[in-house]
């Protein structure tokens, strides 16, 4: 029995897996740009050009043409005066925990955040404490019997889709004698937010995000990555100069790490030129987000609030939903029954995530395939 599954054609609303070509609705495509023909050419124009990678260090001549265009890019969709971008998401919490731990003599962290987030916790070396899941009470009554605290959470649940209650956070916060609070976007970025900026940006915070190490009170950090709704590849972190010339410095990855490979970041300039130009799409993905949530609703399932790319529902019990699962994919649909994963219920879920080139007859369409099945 294999242990993973094949991907034998890239991401998108239909997929081959296993030899199969299913209607899919896994993974992180979210803005549809994974296969976007205009990203792929980027991608291959730009490898002729400057070969695999620099083979180097960003510190020494790794930034070649298309790495700088990534953070260009980047800072323009984030409306900031710069952006470092680097290897992977996966590391963006260990970058900036390495920026940001400085005085903090405790590190509190979501009790269901991802794997990234709870390694980079202990990455810094500081006492790690845990706070109920979205828990902003919880959190508060944490952080208040303690000194400086630093506070990681993703921003969006990687497979929950839920978002961080972050205002409510901000004000328990408020009440300690100073925190740093930092959140993992990867799942909001480019779907969050009047331009896409994510969730900081959808709770009217954004103004005050990355912006440096000397705000008095509740200083606000987001790291996340390019791989998932922006259509590139690697970890990206946005904000002023100041603050990300502290990203840069503060652990090794700069002077340690190969700088992003070509392709991925020729790919990622590209997908972030075209989220920037066409608005419509990150429209486009809402309104398919809704239309499935109401579409399971009326099956009488609690489809949670919001209007994130991925969302989860648990359905009766494990076996019940692996049948489910299976009764789809013989019905040529692959949606995926999660059995394990950071924050999710010992029974697992069966995770959505729906992209921006779903069209709507697809979304219907397994709708209409789940509803014969449950
Ligand atoms: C919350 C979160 N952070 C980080 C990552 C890793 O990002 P990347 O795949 O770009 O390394 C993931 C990937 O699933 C994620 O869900």
């Known amino acids: ?77 984030f409306g900031t005066e710069e952006a470092f971008y680097f290897g992977s998401g996966y590391s963006a919490n260990h970058v900036m925990v390495a920026a940001l731990a400085g005085e903090s003599g405790l590190v509190l962290v979501d009790e269901a955040a991802h794997y990234c987030v709870r390694e980079a916790a202990r990455l810094t070396g500081r006492p790690v404490l845990t706070f109920h899941h979205r828990d902003a009470s919880d959190l508060c009554r944490q952080a208040s019997r303690q000194g400086r605290v630093l506070v990681l959470a993703d921003a969006v649940g990687p497979t929950s889709g839920l978002v961080a209650p972050v205002q409510e956070y901000v004000q328990a916060l408020a009440r300690c004698e100073q925190a740093t609070l930092l959140l993992d976007d990867a799942h909001g970025f480019g779907v969050l937010g009047e331009q896409g900026r994510g969730l900081f940006e959808e709770a009217g915070l954004w103004p005050r995000v990355n912006t440096g190490l000397t705000e008095e009170g509740v200083s606000l950090h987001v790291c996340g990555t390019l791989a998932k709704a922006l259509g590139g590849f690697g970890g990206i972190i946005p904000g002023t100069h100041e603050f990300i010339a502290r990203a840069r410095t503060s652990s090794n990855y700069f ?51 919001g209007a994130t790319a991925n969302f989860a529902l648990v359905i009766k019990d494990a076996g019940n939903m692996r049948r489910i699962h299976e009764g789809l994919k013989a019905r040529g649909i692959m949606l995926p029954y999660v059995s394990a994963y950071a924050g999710i219920p010992p029974e697992g879920v069966m995770r959505f995530a729906v992209f921006a080139n779903h069209s709507t007859a697809q979304i219907d369409h397994l709708v209409a395939q789940l509803g014969s099945l449950l």
């Open 1 to 77: 029995m294999p242990v993973f599954s094949l991907m034998q054609s890239p991401p998108g609303p239909e997929a081959i897996i296993d030899g199969v070509r299913y209607l899919y609705f896994g993974g992180t495509s979210y803005l549809g740009l994974a296969a976007h023909p205009v990203v792929i050419e980027a991608a291959c124009t730009a490898l002729r050009q400057f070969g695999i990678h620099t083979a180097t260090s960003r510190a020494r001549f790794g930034t070649n043409p298309p790495v700088l265009e990534v953070e260009q890019r980047a800072a323009q969709f």
């Open 255 to 305: 002077d340690g790490a190969s700088a992003p490979a070509t392709a991925e970041a020729a790919a990622s300039a590209k997908a972030l030129e075209i989220v920037i130009r066409e608005p419509a799409l990150r429209h486009q993905l809402r309104e398919n987000s809704l239309r499935l949530r109401a579409g399971l609703r009326e099956l009488g399932l609690a489809v949670p609030v």
